[in-house]
């Protein structure tokens, strides 16, 4: 019983330490205001690029696909516009960037491709390069 004790006593620290980093390895203390919006903007546009591509490779129902494009795009409206503001934006050119980025996806979330004739993949590859972009930009 001595044996054991002891050798759970010696483990238990390394146990905590372990968890503590685990769980701390998905924390955001250090995350500016700029990183949060941006890597925000990057998982809704990539959001929206998936799910138009699987509308069009039947994948996910259409009438699924649209309620998720509204739900993105109202998420999306709700970020900050002027991201210059937010703590630790970039310089004048990245933002001046992200913003021609965020207004070129603009018109694709407000009328998104989801029947045939149109032209998806386009609007999936200004989705793909917006989300890479704003990304990026979050590291």
Not at 95 to 105: F, I, K
Request: charged share 25%.
């Amino acid at each position: 019983m001595n044996r054991q004790r002891s050798r759970y006593g010696r483990g238990g620290p390394r146990i905590i330490a372990v968890s503590i980093l685990l769980f701390c390895s998905g924390c955001s203390i250090a995350e500016t205001p700029f990183a949060r919006t941006a890597g925000d903007y990057a998982s809704l546009l990539s959001a929206s690029a998936i799910t138009i591509e699987y509308a069009h490779t039947g994948k996910l129902p259409s009438p699924y696909a649209r309620v998720s494009l509204m739900v993105y795009r109202d998420l999306l409206i709700r970020l900050p516009k002027d991201l210059s503001t937010l703590d630790g934006a970039p310089g004048h050119q990245e933002e001046a960037h992200l913003t021609d980025l965020r207004r070129a996806t603009a018109p694709i979330l407000a009328d998104p491709c989801l029947d045939h004739g149109c032209d998806w993949r386009r609007q999936v590859a200004k989705l793909r390069e917006a989300s890479d972009a704003f990304d990026e930009s979050s590291q």
